[in-house]
């Protein structure tokens, strides 16, 4: 063969290399960002990802703006604003939009969510500061006025019924930041996609024809899964007592509090819970973990289009009768 032929053979070899590579269609658009003090990963499955790469900026922006609004960290935000206000005070539509969230949870589980906990989760330390137990006594006065009817939302305002109520949007809020994000990358033309904010998690749409699967953290085994779920289009959210702990003279206290006895509540390990907002999961998650398995799973079973896992403290495990349909046991 002429030198010319084994040019040509071996440029057309590259070319073919070339084109080969990228007619090969492209894996998924995975991007992460640190923020609600978890490691959100946004994944986009649409054939040509790379085209939403702005879109899933945008939703990052979102959750951020959402986080600003709604910590009770943030000296700033609006939730730390509506806390220490008194009287009737004005929320913007958005906060107004996850409070009744907040409020219809509250009173579907007598009280067991509670979004005006502020003060006593602040006493824990656990926004902010070292974390630790405080005296009976403190705990007492940090629940005086805090029952399920001591806030009430009329005409975009809020009422307290005691002016020291703070509000804390914790159990709901990353939930709802979940929920914006995926209506951004949805409104954005996004078919395919999933939002997973430390295990809490939103899916647009399917995973290319087939549900997502979708473990469950094993409450006591660490990097073990406790069961898989198989999903489209929906939110799945946990709450677990082994998510944000201390240790004190060797007990372990965790960060959902029982706002009957104003300490972290004790009769579940971990409640997940399958919804289609994100918002509603995390509100009834945190609910039903403060109810236990059996006021807890009624709570779930009652709730339309829900579904429900839940992990008692002895380790036992109750479900709603739809989940059967979409778990895997290992
Ligand atoms: P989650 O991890 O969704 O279960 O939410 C826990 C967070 O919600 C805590 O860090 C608190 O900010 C807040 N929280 C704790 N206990 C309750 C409760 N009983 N009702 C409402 N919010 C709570
Ligand atoms: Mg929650």
């Known amino acids: 063969m002429s030198r010319l032929a084994t040019t040509i053979l071996l440029f057309g070899f590259l070319l073919f290399i070339l084109f080969w590579r990228l007619d090969e269609p492209s ?13 959100v990963e946004i994944r986009v499955d649409d054939p040509e ?15 951020a703006r959402i986080e ?8 700033k935000s609006e939730v730390s604003r509506i806390s220490r206000a008194g009287e009737p005070v004005e929320v913007s539509a958005e906060t107004a939009t996850v409070l009744r969230t907040a409020l219809k949870v509250s009173v579907a589980s007598d009280g067991a969510f509670n979004p005006g906990l502020g003060r006593l989760i602040r006493l824990w330390g656990f926004t902010d500061g070292e974390p630790r137990v405080p005296s009976k006594m403190e705990i007492e006065e940090a629940l ?3 029952g399920p009817e001591s806030l009430t939302l009329e005409d975009g305002k809020l009422f307290k019924s005691d002016r020291s109520i703070t509000i804390d949007l914790g159990g709901v809020a990353k939930g709802y930041a979940i929920d914006r994000a995926v209506e951004m990358l949805s409104a954005a033309g996004v078919k395919h996609a999933s939002v997973n904010a430390g295990g809490d998690l939103r899916l647009l749409g399917d995973r290319d024809g087939t549900p997502w699967r979708i473990g469950i953290q094993h409450p006591r085994k660490k990097d073990a899964v406790l069961a898989t779920l198989s999903v489209a289009d929906r939110a799945v959210v946990t709450s677990g007592d082994y998510e944000r702990f201390f240790e004190q003279a060797g007990r372990r206290y965790h960060h959902i509090l ?5 300490y972290p509540a004790e009769r579940c390990q971990e409640v997940t819970v ?3 907002s994100a918002a509603l999961a995390d509100a009834l998650a945190t609910a039903a973990f403060v109810l236990g398995p ?17 992990v ?4 036992q495990v109750v479900f709603t009768s739809g989940l059967q349909e979409i778990v895997q046991w290992p």
């Open 27 to 39: 894996g998924p658009l995975s991007r992460t960002r640190m923020l609600m003090g978890t490691v």
């Open 49 to 63: 990802p790379e085209r939403f790469r702005d879109a899933v900026t945008a939703a990052f922006d979102e959750m």
């Open 68 to 75: 600003r609004l709604m910590s009770l960290h943030l000296a």
């Open 144 to 146: 005086v006025g805090i």
């Open 258 to 262: 029982d706002p009957y006895t104003g």
């Open 274 to 276: 399958v919804a289609d």
């Open 294 to 310: 059996e006021k807890g799973l009624e709570l779930l079973q009652k709730t339309e289009k829900v579904e429900g896992l839940i």
């Open 312 to 315: 008692a403290a002895d380790g």
